[in-house]
């Protein structure tokens, strides 16, 4: 099992930053990718960002140039640094670990951009 803590939400105004994070504790052994998602009200789950154990990173186009996800592996911990944000960047932020072909999540973090 793996339980992933997340931290760094809240109220910010647009043009602000935010850095989120998220620590993984219990089996963290062999966690392969990590991502986060978000949720917006009445919208589906949707990938921001996500980046292998290797340091491979991929992004939502809504994303690239404003968001910067990274990773320390030695904390098992995966950060997204949030620039330039916008009022449609209002969701919950969930994190994901991938381990053995299971699927871990956070219980979200809510970030709100205000225009």
């Known amino acids: 099992q793996v339980q992933l803590v997340e931290s760094g939400g809240g109220l910010v105004q647009a043009g602000g930053s935010l850095r989120l994070s998220c620590a993984a504790f219990?089996?963290?052994?062999?966690?392969?990718?990590m991502a986060w998602y978000r949720q917006a009200p009445g919208k589906q789950r949707e990938l921001v960002a996500g980046?292998?154990?290797?340091?491979?990173?991929n992004y939502a186009d809504s994303v690239k140039g404003r968001f910067t996800i990274s990773r320390d592996n030695a904390k098992n911990t995966v950060y997204l640094q949030m620039n330039t944000l916008k009022p449609e960047d209002t969701a919950v932020y969930y994190c994901?670990?991938?381990?053995?072909?299971?699927?871990?999540w956070g219980q979200g973090t809510q970030v709100t951009v205000s225009s």
């Open positions: 980046i292998t154990s290797g340091g491979t990173t």
């Open positions: 994901l670990a991938s381990r053995y072909g299971l699927d871990y």
């Open positions: 219990g089996s963290t052994f062999s966690i392969r990718a």
